[in-house]
Nanobody
Framework: QVQLVESGGGSVQAGGSLKLSCAASGSIFSSCGMEWYRQAPGKERELVLSISSDGTTSYADSVKGRFTISQDNAKNTLYLQMNSLKTEDTAVYYC??????????????WGQGTLVTVSS
C-alpha cells in the first residue's frame, strides 16, 4: 500500500510563501490523480487543489493565483507552492491520492498532514 508523507509546513507571516512536499512510497503520481486538502481549526476539510493523472489541475477559488500544484514523477513527490499567504490559509494540509486511477486500479492514500500557520 502506498504511503504519503507531507513536509514543509511551518509558521509564516501573511504575505509570505511556503512550499509543501508530499512524498510517496511508490510510483503513483503517473497514474493516480492527487489532491491537496486542508482543514482549518473548527472547520471541515476542504479540497484546495487537484491534479489528474493527465496533468489537468483544478484550484479552489480561494487559492487561485496564489497556490500551485506540481509533481515530480521521478522523485515520487507532489508539491504545493503557496504564495501571498493569508491568515485564513492557516490549516493542516493533507495530500491524498484518488481512490482509483482511470483504469480502475486502486490508489487511495492519505498523508498525516502538515500544519501551516500564517500570522498577521
Amino acid at each position: 500500500q502506498v504511503q504519503l508523507v507531507e513536509s514543509g509546513g511551518g509558521s509564516v507571516q501573511a504575505g509570505g510563501s511556503l512550499k509543501l512536499s508530499c512524498a510517496a512510497s511508490g510510483s503513483i503520481f503517473s497514474s493516480c490523480g492527487m489532491e491537496w486538502y486542508r482543514q482549518a481549526p473548527g472547520k471541515e476539510r476542504e479540497l484546495v487543489l487537484s491534479i489528474s493523472s493527465d496533468g489537468t489541475t483544478s484550484y479552489a477559488d480561494s487559492v487561485k493565483g496564489r497556490f500551485t500544484i506540481s509533481q515530480d514523477n521521478a522523485k515520487n513527490t507532489l508539491y504545493l507552492q503557496m504564495n501571498s499567504l493569508k491568515t485564513e490559509d492557516t490549516a493542516v494540509y493533507y495530500c491524498a491520492a484518488d481512490p482509483y486511477n482511470p483504469y480502475g486500479s486502486p490508489c487511495g492514500a492519505w498523508g498525516q498532514g502538515t500544519l501551516v500557520t500564517v500570522s498577521s
